[in-house]
């Protein structure tokens, strides 16, 4: 059997406008609502599925590879949006991108709390 992720929730304090950012920083679209939740489907078949919570929430952290030119694309709509991103997870190195593994890493945050990765080479990949 192949084990593969297909969904998981993202919680958030308003599901429509945490779907839309994600969609719109990372160019995917917003899914017709299923239930409770609002999916946004990454192009490997899984969605993150956003949800309404009136709780604190926890920040998650997730992490997406990319290619470079969505690389570029995507850390264009972050810097346009006035977002601060950091090279680093510890955000201790604002306005910067990482090269690890030869490739391009950058992080920064959702309106939530959640933090957000885009690399263009996996961990560990070499570089």
């Not at 998650?60 to 346009?80: M, N, P």
């Not at 090279?87 to 090269?99: C, K, L, T, V, Y």
């Amino acid at each position: 059997m192949t084990v593969q992720l297909n969904h998981t929730i993202v919680a958030a304090h308003d599901k429509r406008a945490s779907a839309r950012f994600f969609a719109d920083l990372l160019g995917l679209d917003v899914s017709p609502p299923y239930g409770p939740f609002l999916p946004v489907e990454i192009s490997n078949g899984v969605t993150l599925d956003f949800m309404d919570s009136s709780e604190a929430i926890s920040p998650q952290h997730y992490a997406f590879l990319v290619s470079e030119e969505e690389f570029d694309e995507i850390l264009g709509r972050v810097q346009k949006a006035g977002l601060t991103y950091w090279a680093d997870p510890f955000h201790s190195r604002p306005g910067e991108i990482n090269h690890n593994d030869g490739g391009r890493g950058a992080y920064f945050n959702d309106p939530d709390g959640h933090r957000l990765e885009i690399i263009t080479r996996p961990y560990g990949s070499g570089g």
